[in-house]
Structures are given as C-alpha cells and as structure tokens.
C-alpha cells in the first residue's frame, strides 16, 4: 500500500470533521497564546535630583480609561513595583513626601511586559544663592601648585522655615568645586559661606559652565569660567641660615609665567622666633612676566635669646604659599 492510500485510509477512519475539530482548537489555543493581551508589571525608581533613593514615595498607575491601580510605596532604594498589570499607556502620579515636589510619569507597558522608569524629584526650598563675586576666569593649576578661587555665598531663607542647605555643583564645574560644609539657615535670614573652584585638567583657552546650586534643586548660581595660564612663581633660598647677628638676607622670587604679579609686603608672615623681630631694608611689590625681583630681610635677634632660632617665612602667590625656612643660631 502506497502512503497516499495510508493517509485517505485513516481520514477514512477518523472522520474529516473531527480532523477539521482539532485543528480549529489548535489554531485558537496558538491564537490566545500569542495574540490575547497579557498582564505585565511597572516598576518606577523614585529619586532625588542628586541621585539618592527616595523611600515610602506614594505611587499611583491611572490608565488611559482613568481607572486607578492600588497605590504602591518605594522600598529603601526607592522602587515602587505594581504586578499583574493589564498593558496599555499609563500616566504615574508621585508624592515623594515632605520636602519634595510632587511629579509625574508616563509609562508603556507592552502585553507580557516589563516597564521600568525613574522619577527624579526637586527638594522644596526657599533659599536662593548668591554668590558675592562671579569671576569669569580660572587659573590652570599645575604640578604641585594649586590654584584656588575662593568664593563667598549668601544664602537667603525668604520661607517660614529653617532649612539646612548642602552646595553641590553641576556640569563642567561638577569635580572643579570644593564645597564648603552643610549650612543652617534661619527664616527670613541669610547664612555666608565660602566654596572655591580649583582645577588641573583642561588646557588653557577651555570653558568650564555650570551651576553652584541647592543640593536636591535648581536653585543656583551659573558660573563660566575660562581657563587661564596660572603664574608660576618660585623663591630662593629655600632656608636662611648663619649665625646672629645676621647681615640683611637676599630673598629673590621669579616670575616664570607670562603675566606679571604683584605681592603686598604686608600680606608676607614670619612664624616662630623671629615673629616680630624683623624688618624689610627693600622690597618691589611688583614682579613682571620673565623677571625676578630681589628683596632684602633683616633678621634682628629677640633680647635674651640663645641657642637655636627657627621660623617660617610664607608668601602668598596666586596658586599657593611659597616657604622660606629660617635656621639660625646665636653666637656667643
């Protein structure tokens, strides 16, 4: 017997209607499968602007129709999940709780899906910043100079509540800021800080922008620096030293940059024994770019001293403190 006769043998036997039966099930079972819509789940991440979690945020699901989902609350890394969720287009609701503005969210969820979005939220706040100097430029720091500008805030409390306020900044100016501590600030009043903005990377000509703000809001300053070529000033000797009476001391500082700078002699300090016991017999406040300038020291001796005399003589430059020690002893 040929197949062909096999096969009309057995239609015979079964009945065509029953083989049409079970095909028109097997096409409806692969037709649910694939082609009913499934439930799915929706998992929103709550957060703060700055990225940090938000627990026990309210979350509501309202579909296209209005129906609302049964509210769901972020866990303590601040995800809020809904299970068995019917697909379609959803609008999120979230009230993140005291402190924070409240948000929304749409959402997608495809049949059999899994949706995951995250919400970031803005802290409340009534204090406004402001900075009381907006420079617009920025000396490099190089090698083991760091040149730092120093910044002083106000921070202004127009609500009715005592807020405690964090700086942070954003954009180019994200790793460029050294934030001063978290500030108190009570209603109606101002608090004064002080932040600066150092940096190495980059080069000479580059911009750095971004905001100096309230950590957890947009309330901020915006800053726009441009790059600038530090100067680069040196002294020599390193260290003083001889015997007392000392003759007036060269102290030479150089200029090795490309712009001149000038230094007040009374912003110069002396530590240790000879504190108050000295005298400048010259000094040029001003060093041009290529140039050195030589100023003259007299260490006078304090009454009754003996033995070993030590200090420290710190002058301030644009990008830090140069340090000429002091070592020197009494005759007898």
Known sequence: MSA?????????????????VVILVLALALGYFFFYPKNGSITLTVKALDGDAL??????????????????????????????????????????????????????????????ETVSVERSTSVSVLPQENP???????????????????????????????????????DAFVAPAPAVVPPGSSTFVEGSFTTSKGKVGDELKGKVRVKGTRSGADFDFVLE??????????????????DPKDITVSNDGSKPVDIAQNSITIDGHYANSYSWTYFEP?????????????????????????????????CGTLRVGIDTDVTE
């Open 55 to 116: 627990p026990g945020a309210e979350v509501t699901l309202t579909d296209a129709n209005g129906n609302t989902l049964p509210t769901a609350y972020s866990d303590d890394a601040g995800v809020a999940a809904f299970k068995d969720v019917p697909p379609g287009d959803y609008s999120a609701a979230i009230d993140p709780g005291v402190g924070y503005g409240a948000a929304t969210k749409s959402v997608s969820l495809a049949s059999g899906g899994e949706a995951a």
């Open 4 to 20: 062909f006769d096999s096969i009309q043998e057995a239609i015979e036997q079964i009945g065509l209607t029953k083989i049409i």
């Open 136 to 174: 617009s430029s920025l000396f490099l720091s190089y090698e083991k100079m760091s040149c730092e500008k120093k910044i002083l805030f106000e921070l202004r409390n127009a609500g009715a509540n005592e807020e405690q306020v964090q700086l942070v900044a954003d954009g180019g100016l994200k």
């Open 286 to 318: 001003h060093i041009p770019a290529g140039e050195s300038v030589t100023w003259w020291i007299a260490l006078v001796a304090p009454e009754n001293a003996a033995g070993k005399l030590v200090g420290t003589i710190r002058i301030p430059v644009p």
């Open 229 to 246: 070529e530090a100067p680069k000033i040196t002294v020599s000797p390193q260290k003083i030293t001889g015997s007392v009476p000392l």
